[in-house]
């Protein structure tokens, strides 16, 4: 096929360049390089999966354990719950339903180090997803997020979590569905999920999160539903990074499904349009925390923006712009009209 396809490409050449000194030269050859790429299929091969003892030892120190202790009227309690890392400085994302408050609530993570830690938001309904906040001592491997679109049915799948307390416990799986729910969940079988696993991470083969665990639905063939990552994402673009939920504001969307967070509006009048922050810039760093992608501006938007200025680093083509940009209060009656 390649030869056939190079000997047409020469073909092609010599009828349009007839000398090698002819000042077409270059345009011609322009010419040639979009018509092979026309006639060539160079599709990018698919990154190879993982196997099963690599996903674990990928996907373990990414995955927490969460503790919550307390007292009523029957006596001392304990509920067990998962969830994963999703910033190194110490975001952990989990069910919604697991946060009711405790005594004691702490996050484990896999090494045993315990951390008390705070609810920093919630999205609850359809989305079953919270946000909780630790102080490590250092950095901490953050998960990689998957893409919903790619996950197929029959495909495979690792779920970690804390059933009964047993920490760090792995189940796999298999993709019965891809979409249920009203399209915000995936159904998975085979995978006996049990108290504890709520909030826990499902993988793929290449150890990126695909959904967090929900409900288990059926003990026939361990039949259970899980938050898709895409509509965890859409949780950030529509709960946590809407800035009229916010005390103060910049004004900037990014865009919460894609690869990094760039910016896709800016809001007129907006401290960051005053600041010259355009549309397709990307948010690389928001007061010191490190932006990999969307969900990550949102994680700063809940935590780090308030009175003070905020330094901000983006990068426009190949360049990085730093800004420090001055939040605006809301309204105080929450109307999501910007006050002074």
């Given at each position: ?12 050449l ?42 674990v030892?990928?996907?373990?120190p ?51 180090t ?10 609850g ?106 509509h ?11 800035e ?11 865009d ?21 922050i ?21 994680l ?23 800004k ?14 910007p006050?002074?």
């Amino acid at each position: 096929m390649y030869s056939a396809q190079i000997r047409s490409s020469r073909t092609f050449l010599q009828k349009q360049i007839p000398s090698s000194h002819d000042p077409r030269l270059m345009k011609v050859l322009f010419l040639l390089l979009i018509h092979l790429g026309l006639t060539t299929a160079l599709a990018t091969p698919e990154k190879p999966a993982l196997t099963k003892d690599e996903v674990v030892k990928h996907c373990s120190p990414r995955t927490v354990d969460i503790e919550i202790r307390g007292r009523d009227q029957q006596g001392e309690w304990v509920s067990h719950a998962a969830g994963t890392i999703l910033h190194e400085d110490g975001y952990i994302l989990t069910c919604e339903h697991v946060t009711y408050p405790g005594q004691s609530q702490q996050v484990i993570l896999s090494d045993g180090t315990a951390y008390p830690f705070k609810v920093l938001a919630r999205a609850g309904g359809s989305y079953d997803t919270a946000i909780l906040k630790i102080e490590p001592h250092d950095k901490l491997p953050a998960v990689r997020l998957g893409q919903s679109e790619k996950v197929s049915k029959g495909q495979q799948v690792m779920v970690i979590g804390n059933p009964s307390g047993r920490r760090h416990s792995i189940i796999h799986g298999t993709i019965d569905r891809k979409s249920c729910g009203g399209g915000t969940q995936i159904q998975i079988i085979e995978a006996d999920i049990g108290p504890g696993n709520s909030g826990g991470p499902v993988f793929n083969a290449h150890g990126e999160q695909i959904a967090h665990v929900h409900v288990k639905i059926s003990t026939a063939i361990n039949t259970s539903r899980h938050i898709r990552v895409d509509h965890m994402r859409d949780a950030f673009a529509k709960v946590f990074s809407d800035e009229n939920r916010q005390d103060y504001m910049i004004g900037i969307t990014v865009d919460c499904q894609g690869g990094e967070a760039e910016v896709i509006g800016i809001r007129l009048g907006s401290p960051a349009n005053k600041a010259g922050i355009k549309e397709k810039d990307v948010v690389m760093e928001v007061a010191g925390m490190k932006i990999d992608h969307g969900v990550h501006y949102g994680l700063a938007l809940i935590s780090r923006i308030g009175k003070e200025p905020i330094p901000l680093t983006i990068r426009r083509g190949q360049v990085l712009i730093k800004k420090t940009i001055q939040p605006l209060r809301h309204n105080p009656k929450g109307h999501g009209k910007p006050g002074k």
